[in-house]
């Protein structure tokens, strides 16, 4: 790895100057980067903000860790050996059954390769390069996330029901399968219901922290919800409010 280019594409990470943090509570952190520069520097940035990191350097090791040991974060490269991003974080939802919160870390930063992430289970998808207070921004909304006390509730319109502790979501009886992604869209949407909520709302509120507002990830997702939850049913629930944003509401 050369350092001097790396010093200008993570200056905050090299530089390790103190940053604001919002965290409620430190957190046992499973790192999967292969490049040991990078990995180190976040590494200690981190542990600076009071986590305890754990690191692997291949997809392999990083997923026997997580079988191994009980985390509350992961954070992870995408192209790497053994097994990348995709193939790791697919493994530890599907195989482990793990709800561990993933925020992936790569250079792909095109809309199918964020929209890849996020169907493989990964919370959030931070593009290369950037700077260690956004990394930073990331972990802490995932710690306040964690630190919230779980209400059990049933947040419904017209015949759709979804759980907000059993994870389950029905309508008309019939359950559906979201992905975590598409579960906390629709819980934010069924929390706001006959409301419009704009880009800018989704964006803070489902994805935790200010995204790139270039993307269509938004419009990806709507699609992924009106076809698992409406289908061919006669009664449509998600509206586009044109200029404005998305509401559910009963037709």
């Known amino acids: 790895m050369d350092l001097k280019r790396d010093s200008n594409q993570y200056p905050e990470l090299l530089s390790l100057a103190p940053v604001q943090s919002n965290a409620f509570n430190p957190m046992n952190i499973l790192l999967v980067e292969d490049e040991a520069a990078v990995s180190s520097f976040i590494k200690r940035g981190l542990e600076e903000e009071g986590h305890h990191l754990t690191q692997a350097f291949d997809g392999i090791v990083g997923f026997s860790l997580a079988s191994q040991s009980e985390f509350d974060l992961i954070i992870m490269d995408v192209v790497m050996p053994g097994l990348n991003g995709f193939q790791l974080c697919e ?3 599907k195989e482990l059954s793990l709800s561990t919160p993933i925020i992936m870390l790569t ?4 809309t199918d390769d964020v929209v890849q992430g996020l169907e493989n289970g990964a919370d959030d998808y931070l593009t290369k390069p950037f700077k260690f207070k956004e990394l930073l921004a990331r972990v802490n909304a995932v710690t306040r996330r964690i630190s919230e006390p779980v209400n059990a509730k049933v947040l419904s319109v017209a015949d759709l029901t979804l759980n907000t502790e059993t994870k389950e979501v029905h309508r008309d ?3 559906i399968k979201l992905t975590a992604r598409e579960f906390t869209f629709l819980e934010y949407l069924l929390k706001n219901k006959n409301r419009v909520v704009s880009r800018t709302d989704i964006l803070e509120n489902v994805w935790g922290v200010e995204y790139d507002m270039g993307t269509n990830v938004i419009e990806v997702y709507i699609n992924y919800l009106r076809k698992k939850i409406e289908g061919n049913n006669a009664s449509k629930l998600i509206s586009t ?3 404005m944003g998305y509401t559910i509401k009963e037709s």
């Open 173 to 175: 009886g019939s359950e």
């Open 241 to 243: 409010v044109i200029g």
């Open 107 to 110: 250079a792909l930063g095109s």
């Open 91 to 93: 493994k530890i939802r």
